[in-house]
């Protein structure tokens, strides 16, 4: 429920911290369809089991680059 904004998302996409995460709640996080579509090309996030965005508006864009 922080407002990080898609590039918030972008930037922890990004970050090698991120690679040893199993799930990550991003809820309200204001991060768009660019945040989702960030997070969906981040190899840093590879090991991610649970991944939960609900009230983003990541719209049919992030979605669609999530489930490809």
Do not use: W, Y
């Amino acid at each position: 429920m922080n407002p990080i904004g898609a590039e918030g998302s972008k930037a922890f996409a990004g970050s090698q911290h991120a690679s040893n995460l199993r799930s990550l709640f991003l809820l309200g996080c204001e991060i768009g369809s660019a945040g989702a579509t960030a997070l969906s090309r981040s190899s840093s996030l590879a090991s991610l089991k649970v991944l939960a965005l609900s009230g983003n508006g990541i719209g049919d864009a992030g979605v669609k680059a999530l489930a490809d």
